[in-house]
T-cell receptor, first 119, second 112 residues
Framework: GAVVSQHPSRVICKSGTSVKIECRSL??????MFWYRQFPKQSLMLMAT?????????EQGVEKDKFLINHASLTLSTLTVTSAHPEDSSFYIC???????????????FGPGTRLLVL | GDSVTQMEGPVTLSEEAFLTINCTYT??????LFWYVQYPGEGLQLLLK?????DKGSNKGFEATYRKETTSFHLEKGSVQVSDSAVYFC???????????FGGGTRVLVKP
């Protein structure tokens, strides 16, 4: 089946530094990838939709200058948390669509997530 | 706006017990409804879905019926196994667009 990986799985950083999280589709090309954030015991919140070769579309309330998304190739999207602060600590999850296998637009393949802790 | 509410966990069961996880939603129009499962260390996987009222989604012994009148999509399994231990997420998607709205997730632990 379609596999999505994320790297790193866990990261600890100091306040004020920037952190990059990678999301890769391993066996398919993903024209669209999604970035979610999950707080403890809360639901996944869509942050942005990333389309290959174009600017990401951010959800209301998500700072695009804070969370930089780059979808430079059909198999890689990156999320950079700039000038991270403790309140950015969270679980970040990406997902990707595989259009040939996703005729009805329903299926997203999820990565295992990245846990970010900002000290 | 759209929202999904599901029962908080953790839910602890013995093997072969009956499992129900309640899920209710608020959305305009006629959304598609989903259950996703996340096994330890893995990404969310689509477990089952239903796209219109009274549809029943089923997979791996799990079932859920789209109830428009009660805006619910409860997940059930008649006899759980240890391997069903995971976090289960209920979600909806509006008819237009690809945005998924998730519930908070329910952790299920099945003991031998």
């Amino acid at each position: 089946g379609a596999v999505v990986s994320q790297h790193p799985s866990r990261v600890i950083c100091k306040s004020g530094t920037s952190v990059k999280i990678e999301c890769r589709s391993l066996d398919f090309q993903a024209t669209t990838m999604f970035w979610y954030r999950q707080f403890p015991k809360q639901s996944l919140m869509l942050m942005a939709t990333s389309n290959e070769g174009s600017k990401a579309t951010y959800e209301q309330g998500v700072e695009k200058d804070k969370f930089l998304i780059n979808h430079a190739s059909l198999t890689l999207s990156t999320l950079t948390v700039t000038s991270a602060h403790p309140e950015d600590s969270s679980f970040y999850i990406c997902s990707a669509r595989d259009p040939p296998r996703d005729r009805d637009g329903e299926t997203q393949y999820f990565g295992p997530g990245t846990r970010l802790l900002v000290l | 706006g759209d929202s999904v509410t599901q029962m908080e966990g953790p839910v602890t069961l013995s093997e072969e017990a009956f499992l129900t996880i309640n899920c209710t939603y608020t959305a305009t129009g006629y959304p598609s409804l989903f259950w996703y499962v996340q096994y330890p260390g893995e990404g969310l996987q689509l477990l089952l879905k239903a796209t219109k009222a009274d549809d029943k989604g089923s997979n791996k012994g799990f079932e859920a019926t789209y109830r428009k009148e009660t805006t619910s999509f409860h997940l059930e399994k008649g006899s759980v196994q240890v391997s069903d231990s995971a976090v289960y997420f209920c979600a909806l998607r509006r008819a237009a667009g690809n945005k998924l709205t998730f519930g908070g997730g329910t952790r299920v632990l099945v003991k031998p």
